[in-house]
């Protein structure tokens, strides 16, 4: 059967080119980046070189680049490398659960967090931040992109107000790495974090950005790894699949690979909502992801119609995972206002790059029938399953 | 597996095509492991699905429930991986199902409000009619499955003589689990299979080995799955201070027969018809619980002796080998799992209710209970007791 993935904002698979960059460094170059010989000088070289392109990713300088585990290791490193007891966190309802369970572990250190709600279209309005401003406020985390529905943050509006008021600022950019432009300077961070295997780089590898000057204590303690920013040995076949693929995701910015990605999202979008009664875009008329799109399906249950697209051949997402697998309903639906029976109805669809035509005609060949059916199935839905 | 035995799906029923997907209701146990083992050894097209009940973690730490659940009942996270091995060892495609709400609204929460009522509700019969053979059946349906196949120890199958579907005790009389069955409907049994009907437990158990199931040994699970421990009385107080609700006050009087007061007790959904134990009373001959009145909060005890009855009501009846009952019809009754099926005669009873008299006195007919009709080895239908 024809398998189509349309679920990158989950993980993406890694270019071949990444893979080629990578290769040498599991066998013939396999040196401590730390070491003196030239086995790890050769490590040491291609670290380097790493950081020398995320810096050109990020808009920075290369003493500005920390290598990471991931986003989740990032965004927990800006949450409590920053903050002490009696501060006050800004961020939204709408961040991905590795800033919120940050937040929650931070409130037993009596730090307290104030979660500024989105606009029913998704869009956190800077002026919510800026009302939320106390005295003690330290720090302030938005994301660039959100996971679910794409929609992007007026993160420069918001760097802004923490310029005015002296807080920090973190980005979490895991979603908008390579979908959009990052630049540091302009978004006005101390901190900004990506992870890898959201643009085409292995899982288990990611960075920050860390504004020079930043007093920003690190999560794992250890040798002098990352100037003292992140203990531990370089992940060295990581960090060189990591750069190669952010020198591809800047030559794709450039080349209008999103502008390329927004069509095929557009045909899918107009294509189910002109096939299919019942739907409707979540975050619909924001700037956007070019790659996500999210959209509810009246009179039917989500997690049920991932399953009948699964096993017709087409990965998608609805909700977030729960521990056991099942699916929850999607937090950021919610806090965007959602009742609880359209959240559940709602479905993710991201586009890797490398998506082509085929993969929406095939989308819209699928999608239409496995509604039918699940709706032609589904109870009256005024019943208990809310 | 050659020497597995074929599941008998039912080959005559004009519209029941063979062939089609099955869904297997996968628990995590034995039983259903081993029917998905045994289906996918004929070269059926099978689905695993897990429902999603109850998270184990929500009343964790609370008074009498364990800190972290225990393996062995529905949902825990390692029954989830059990359920989850086995798919993969069997190269099946397998999804966990969110019920939760449903679970807590249709079972959990009668369960409460019955015992709160003086009542001994059965929770695996509102689970099977409300959870397993209607959600699950409609979700299994809606994604592509014509059938679902469970690991219950009942037999089923269609009488064309009759036009219907016949639910039959199963080979294992020891593990006969069809009193938990009795209010399937003619569409669900149509989509419905039980392959262990026809087997031993032990032969189960072999099957599994020579299917290479890694828990093939796995204990059977017995106490009510969502309350781990089976201390349901601190689950009801554990389960309404989460809800923010007080446990209503049903204190009253234990009385005998005649109406004497012999103390004081606690509360109504302390007790069971039949219960000996914990009465908080001494008398120099064994009192049992015979009868439970939510008006008056009274608690009638007596000898033994009183507590057997000869005939009594139930309602909302739902039957299998006849479309319904117009007339006195001879059957043996059963009103517990593990009691015996004995002589009776069921006659209708004003809407929908059914008279049942037994040819022999029953110990402890239970309000809450069911009460389920055979005939030799066919199950004619049932209903509760009132």
């Known amino acids: 059967m024809r398998r189509v993935y349309m679920d990158a904002n989950a993980t993406t698979p890694l270019l071949p080119e990444v893979v080629e960059a990578m290769r040498p460094y599991w066998i013939e170059h396999f040196g401590n980046a730390s070491s003196i010989h030239q086995q790890g000088q050769r490590a040491r070289t291609a670290v380097d070189q790493a950081r020398e392109t995320l810096a050109e990713f990020f808009g920075c300088h290369a003493a500005e680049v920390v290598f990471t585990s991931g986003g989740t290791e990032g965004d927990n490193t800006a949450l409590f490398g920053l903050l002490h007891p009696g501060d006050h966190l800004i961020t939204t309802s709408i961040e991905h659960s590795a800033v919120l369970a940050a937040a929650d572990r931070l409130a037993h250190d009596g730090i307290a967090t104030t979660k500024v709600d989105p606009r029913p279209d998704g869009l956190i309005d800077p002026m919510d931040i800026l009302r939320a401003i106390r005295p003690e406020t330290r720090l302030i985390s938005v994301m660039l992109a959100n996971n679910e529905t794409g929609v992007v943050q007026p993160v420069e509006e918001i760097g802004r107000i923490a310029a005015q008021t002296g807080a920090f600022f973190h980005i979490d950019a895991v979603q908008g790495a390579g979908k959009v432009l990052i630049d540091v300077n302009r978004i006005g961070c101390h901190v900004l974090t990506i992870s890898g295997h959201k643009m085409y780089a292995p899982k288990g590898i990611g960075a920050m950005y860390v504004r020079k000057g930043t007093p920003l204590d690190p999560l794992m303690v250890g040798g002098s790894h990352e100037r003292r920013r992140r203990a531990g040995t370089e992940n060295v076949p990581a960090i060189v699949a990591l750069g190669k693929a952010a020198e591809l995701a800047m030559h794709g910015l450039e080349s209008g690979v999103m502008h390329r990605l927004a069509t095929l999202r557009d045909r899918l979008e107009n294509g189910i909502l002109a096939q299919i009664p019942g739907t409707g875009v979540n975050g619909a008329g924001t700037p956007r992801a070019a790659n996500t799109s999210n959209i509810w399906f009246d009179q039917l249950e989500g997690e049920a119609l991932v399953i009948a697209l699964d096993l017709k051949g087409l990965a998608v997402s609805g909700g977030s995972a729960c521990h056991s697998g099942a699916t929850e309903p999607s937090h950021v639906l919610m806090a965007m206002g959602l009742d609880k029976t359209r959240a559940r109805a709602s479905l993710r669809f991201s586009l890797l790059k490398t998506a082509t035509d085929a993969d929406i005609d095939y989308a819209l060949e699928v999608i239409p029938a496995a509604v039918d059916r699940l709706r032609e199935l589904a109870p009256e839905l005024a019943g208990t399953a809310g | ?386």
Not at chain 2, 117 to 138: E, V
């Open chain 2, 1 to 386: 597996m050659a020497s597995a035995p074929k599941t008998g799906i039912p080959a005559g029923h004009a519209d029941k095509p063979r062939s089609g997907t099955i869904a297997v209701a996968m628990s995590g146990g034995v039983d259903s492991s081993t029917v998905a083992a045994m289906l996918r050894s004929e070269g059926a097209d099978v689905i695993g699905l897990t429902l999603q009940l109850w998270d184990q973690n929500r009343l964790a730490g609370k008074p009498g429930t364990p800190d972290a659940p225990k393996a062995g009942r529905c949902c825990s996270l390692d029954d989830v991986y059990d359920a989850r091995r086995v798919a993969e060892t069997l190269d099946i495609p397998y999804y966990v199902v969110n019920q939760q709400e449903r679970f807590e609204h249709d079972v959990v929460q009668p369960f409460v409000n019955d015992y709160l009522a003086g009542r001994t509700p059965i929770p695996c019969s509102l689970c099977n009619n409300h959870l397993k053979f209607d959600q699950l059946l409609r979700t299994a349906r809606q994604i592509g499955a014509e059938r679902i196949a469970t690991g219950h120890y009942a037999r089923n199958e269609y009488d064309p003589a009759r036009s219907r579907w016949i639910l039959k005790r199963p080979a294992d009389l020891a593990k006969d689990q069809t009193w938990f069955l009795f209010g399937l409907t003619q569409d669900q049994l149509a989509h419905t299979l039980f392959p262990l009907g026809h087997l031993t437990k032990p032969e189960v158990r072999e099957i599994a080995r020579e299917s290479h199931l890694a828990l093939a040994d796995k204990p059977d699970s017995q106490e009510i799955c969502f309350i781990p421990g089976g201390n349901y009385k601190q689950f009801i107080a554990n389960y309404l201070e989460e809800q923010g609700r007080e446990l209503p006050d049903s204190s009253g009087e234990l009385v005998t027969t005649a109406g004497a007061p012999l103390g004081h007790h606690e509360g109504i959904h302390n007790f069971t018809i039949g219960q000996r134990k914990g009465l908080g009373v001494t008398s120099p001959n064994p009192l049992y619980v015979l009868q439970i009145d939510a008006a008056s909060r009274n608690v009638t005890v007596g000898p033994e002796s009183e507590l057997n009855r000869n005939s009594f009501t139930c309602a909302r009846a739902n039957w299998i080998t006849i479309p319904s009952l117009d007339a006195p019809m001879r059957v043996q009754a059963r009103i517990r799992h593990s009691q015996s099926p004995a002589p009776a005669w069921i006659e209708p009873s004003g809407v929908e209710g059914v008279l049942v008299t037994f040819d022999e006195p029953q110990r402890a007919v239970t309000p809450g209970h069911s009460a389920v009709f055979y005939d030799s080895d066919e199950v004619v239908g049932g209903a509760w007791i009132l």
